[in-house]
Every structure is written in structure tokens, then in C-alpha cells.
């Protein structure tokens, strides 16, 4: 499978033997030197320019099309548009304990939920399942202090990310009738999965939770309703979509606090568990913690992934793989059909090769090809 990647080098200096830049960016050719100009840094002009920029193939005018198709759909849908008709909101007030939050979301099914201020009639932030990793790593730090765990309440979380020094709730939200685009890009600027719509009462002003948007519903949302998701013919690997170095695996035996803190560490909401060859034997996600800690069995959290996973949910939407030659718009069609979240990417033999996370896809769908801006 050829790489793309070869073709957007950039172009070498002329004589390359003869140039060579110091770290204060004055160029010495041969005995002479000269103070490097900004164009001293530019493609060369002329033939050899053009050379540099091959003519777009039909593939690649197809892969432009389908990505412009795309970002034209998000931006004339709103927020409110990928919303099912009809659809159940789970809102927590932020002085229920935080252990009661975590029977709700397991007897929902849910993972997250808007918090509401009760005092100030207000938006409070997502809980999400960070935020019960965050607990875990409290009790972990502090193992006194899980005798006091059936006391704290929501409105606590912000102590406990105070004490552990990580970032605090996030209370981003977007308006549901704002161009779909825009949640796009706020998630993809602040690494949120997922963002509330908050609304505003037109008869009493106040602040009014909507619902929660993910970029699984996002992504599936496009694959239902953009045709032109077909002509996204590129390989994985011609498009560099995912991570493929410096991945976080962990065993079957790995104690689960040692992968909670490599998800922490890292931002990353998944970690594939391999066996000695680097087979990939399953994915242990954030959410699993939720099933782990609940009846309050933070001090459980040493068990190993593997008991772990034996506790997963009979309905769990199960692992998704890919290989390096599959294209995009069969990973279209794969969330289309089916509860994915991730893919891992393995080889013709099961090992583990990357990982391809929801927010890789949309990167690459919003912005392959744009100005950062
Ligand atoms: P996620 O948390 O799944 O949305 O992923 C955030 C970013 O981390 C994405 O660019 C992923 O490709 C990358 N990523 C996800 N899981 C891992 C992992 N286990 N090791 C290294 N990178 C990862």
C-alpha cells in the first residue's frame, strides 16, 4: 500500500550538502554566511515547485469532494437536528452523592449526565465517567479517606480535582440551534467526546439543559444522511487516520489502577489489552469503571483487568477492529450500522497495529485539508 505521506514532503534546500542551518538560524554556505531570510525556508519557486505538488488523482478528488460534502452538511444542520425525535434526558442535581449518581447512570444505562445547581438554577457541567476516575485516584492518594466516600456529594468533585490537581469539570456547552460545526469544532478544540446544549428559557430567563451531544451520535448522524461518505475511498493508512506510536496497552493481569492512571496521564479513553506477542485479546475503556466501582467498591480497584472485564454488561457493544488497508468509507459504514466507538487497528494476524478513536475520525473529517484557523 503506498503512502501519500512521501508525495507532501516538503522540498530540500538547494544544495543541501553545502547549507546547514544553526539553531540561531543564520545559514553558512561553505566559508561565507548570510542571515537566513524567511523565504530562505519557502518551497523554491519555479519548476522545481511545480514538481513538488503532484496533480490530484481521481481518488483524491473524490476523497475532497467527500470530506466538502461533509462539512457542508454540519454546517447547515444544528445541534438540535441529530437529536432523536423522541429522547429521555437524565439530569443530576449537584447535592445527590455521588454514589447515588452512579446506581442512576448504571440503571439508565447511561454514562454521563448534565449537573444542575439547584441554588443558582443553574448549568453545573458534565459528569462524566473522568469524573469517577478522578475518586478513584482521590481514594487511591488518600486511602484514609474512603470511609468518607459515602458522604460526598457532586458538588464535591471540584474538591477532589483540586486535591488531585487535574482540570476542572468541563461547563462548555453549545446552543441547539447553532450550526452543527460549531459543537464539532468546540469538541474537537477542548477534547471533549461529548457536550451538553444548554438553551435559554424565553419565559424565565434561566438556563435550560437541552440534551448531550456525543461525536458517536455526530459521526453516525453523517453516516446515515451524507451520501457522499461512499467516496471516501482512501486507506487508513494513505491518510494517516489514528495513533499508531507510543501506544498504552496493558495486560490481562495489569492491576486496573495502573491502566486508570495511563488513561489520566495519557488523555486517552481506551487502552488495548495484548498478550506477550502483542495479539489484541480486548479494549479496557473508561466506562468500565463505572461497573467496577459501583457498590462503592473503590478499595476493589487492584483486581485485574481481566476479572474487570468479567463484569462487563451482557448488552457491551463489543470491541471493532480494522486493518491498515481498510477505507474510510467502510468505517462509515461500520458506525452506520453498528455501536462503535473506537477502532483498534490490528494486522492480518491480530496484532495490535493502532488506534483509531471517534475524535480521530471527526478530526480528520473537519479538518484535513484546512487552514488551523
Ligand atoms: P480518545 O481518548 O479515544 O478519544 O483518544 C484521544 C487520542 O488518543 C486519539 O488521537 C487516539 O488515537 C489516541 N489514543 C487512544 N487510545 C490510545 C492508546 N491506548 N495509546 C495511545 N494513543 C491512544
Known sequence: MSNTAEGTRPAAPPNPADSIASPTGIVRHGHESLIAQPSTFLLPRGPTRAMAEKPLTALDKDQQQGLKSIREFLKVRTSYDVLPLSFRLVILNTDLLVKKSLNILLQNGIVSAPLWDSHTSTFAGLLTTSDYINVVQYYWQNPDALNQIDQFRLSSLRDIEKAIGVDPLETLSVHPMRPLYEACRQMLKTRARRIPLVDV?????????????????????????????????????????????????????????????????????????????????????????????????????????????????????????????????????????????????????????????????????????????
Open 201 to 373: 428559557d424565553d419565559e424565565t430567563k434561566r438556563e435550560m439543559v437541552v440534551s448531550v451531544i456525543t461525536q458517536y451520535r455526530i459521526l453516525k448522524f453523517i453516516a446515515v444522511n451524507v451520501d457522499q461518505t461512499e467516496l471516501l475511498k482512501k486507506s487508513v493508512s494513505e491518510i494517516g487516520l489514528g495513533t499508531y506510536g507510543n501506544l498504552q496497552t496493558a495486560s490481562m493481569d495489569t492491576p486496573v489502577i495502573d491502566v486508570i492512571h495511563m488513561m489520566v496521564k495519557y488523555s486517552i479513553s481506551s487502552v488495548p489489552i495484548v498478550d506477550e506477542s502483542n495479539h489484541v485479546l480486548n479494549v479496557f475503556e473508561a466506562v468500565d469503571v463505572i461497573a467496577i466501582i459501583k457498590g462503592s467498591a473503590y478499595d476493589e480497584i487492584t483486581t485485574s483487568v481481566g476479572e474487570a472485564l468479567g463484569k462487563r454488561a451482557e448488552d457491551f457493544a463489543g470491541i471493532y477492529t480494522c486493518s491498515e488497508e481498510d477505507r474510510l468509507d467502510s468505517i462509515f459504514d461500520t458506525i452506520r450500522k453498528s455501536r462503535v466507538h473506537r477502532l483498534v487497528v490490528i494486522d492480518e494476524e491480530n496484532r495490535l497495529r493502532g488506534v483509531i478513536s471517534l475524535s480521530d475520525i471527526l478530526q480528520y473529517v473537519l479538518l484535513q485539508g484546512e487552514d488551523e484557523d
